[in-house]
């Protein structure tokens, strides 16, 4: 994967009627008919003429009913005062909204489109968002091209609802996942990092029952696995990261 590429900004429809503005930080909009929905809100609020330019490019004359953050950290929030001021959209998160077991549905047409709680894997109001017909599904920083989710000490329930959270995204067998940042993927990656971090969290403990101290572990003594070499950032820094929460954690009694 071409770091390069992914990070410069280009505009993409997974399915007809759906797009995202894919860059570091992932923009989407769904057209549900007379109206957009719009996914997460960026960093940069600097970039508002130029998503905005990309929305009237596909949906022209649309307004946006609503914006829906998948979490409220400051990188998918830039925009939602732009979105509130211009159009009048309802801003929709975990802070905004409870949000029902049964999800909090938009529908017209054959267009539904679906927002459900996930906390805990990421943030403790992180929210995904699923379009059953299509198969699309919006993970904001859920799925992270490797890195575990969680920036916080990990224990064994954490990592628990973790693995369970993303088994449970795909068994949506989504075709298309979009993640908060980076390239689209699909429920194949989900699993594979499942497979990945559990590999991982064995392998670490194995090593750290040798060495108790967990003196000599570090990305360099556990490889990355050859076939996610090419996921976006994962060589540069996200599997060390990894490593590093794995061995603290198991070395600390926590997993």
């Given at each position: 994967?071409?770091?390069?590429?992914?990070?410069?900004?280009?505009?993409?429809?997974?399915?007809?009627?759906?797009?995202?503005?894919?860059?570091?930080?992932?923009?989407?909009?769904?057209?549900?008919?007379?109206y957009l929905l719009v996914i997460d809100a960026l960093e940069r609020p600097e970039l508002a003429r130029d998503v905005l330019t990309a929305m009237e490019s596909t949906a022209p004359g649309k307004p946006?009913?609503?914006?829906?953050?998948?979490?409220?950290?400051?990188?998918?929030?830039?925009?939602?005062?732009?979105?509130?001021?211009?159009?009048?959209?309802?801003?929709?998160?975990?802070?905004?909204?409870?949000?029902?077991?049964?999800?909090?549905?938009w529908t017209e047409g054959a267009r539904r489109l679906e927002v459900h709680a996930a906390p805990g894997c990421h943030t403790d109001e992180d929210l995904f968002v699923w379009l059953p017909t299509e198969r699309l599904l919006f993970v904001g920083d859920?799925?992270?091209?490797?890195?575990?989710?969680?920036?916080?000490?990990?224990?064994?329930?954490?990592?628990?609802?973790?693995?369970?959270?993303?088994?449970?995204?795909?068994?949506l067998e989504p075709v298309v996942v979009v993640p908060g940042h980076g390239?689209?993927?699909?429920?194949?990656?989900?699993?594979?990092?499942?497979?990945?971090?559990?590999?991982?969290?064995?392998?670490?403990?194995?090593?750290c029952h040798e060495d108790s101290a967990g003196r000599l572990l570090d990305a360099a003594s556990l490889a990355p696995p050859e076939d996610m070499r090419h996921w976006w950032r994962f060589v540069k820094w996200k599997h060390a990261d990894s490593v590093s929460k794995l061995v603290y954690a198991v070395t600390h009694g926590r997993l």
């Amino acid at each position: 994967m071409d770091a390069a590429a992914v990070d410069r900004p280009k505009l993409l429809c997974p399915v007809p009627g759906c797009f995202v503005r894919q860059e570091v930080d992932n923009i989407s909009w769904v057209d549900m008919g007379s109206y957009l929905l719009v996914i997460d809100a960026l960093e940069r609020p600097e970039l508002a003429r130029d998503v905005l330019t990309a929305m009237e490019s596909t949906a022209p004359g649309k307004p946006v009913h609503a914006l829906i953050n998948t979490h409220t950290h400051h990188d998918h929030v830039a925009l939602n005062e732009v979105f509130r001021r211009r159009f009048g959209a309802q801003i929709v998160n975990a802070q905004t909204h409870v949000v029902p077991p049964a999800g909090l549905t938009w529908t017209e047409g054959a267009r539904r489109l679906e927002v459900h709680a996930a906390p805990g894997c990421h943030t403790d109001e992180d929210l995904f968002v699923w379009l059953p017909t299509e198969r699309l599904l919006f993970v904001g920083d859920i799925f992270g091209w490797g890195l575990i989710p969680w920036d916080h000490l990990l224990d064994r329930a954490r990592f628990a609802l973790i693995i369970s959270t993303y088994c449970r995204l795909a068994e949506l067998e989504p075709v298309v996942v979009v993640p908060g940042h980076g390239p689209l993927c699909t429920a194949a990656e989900l699993r594979r990092w499942v497979e990945y971090i559990t590999a991982l969290l064995d392998e670490v403990r194995r090593l750290c029952h040798e060495d108790s101290a967990g003196r000599l572990l570090d990305a360099a003594s556990l490889a990355p696995p050859e076939d996610m070499r090419h996921w976006w950032r994962f060589v540069k820094w996200k599997h060390a990261d990894s490593v590093s929460k794995l061995v603290y954690a198991v070395t600390h009694g926590r997993l």
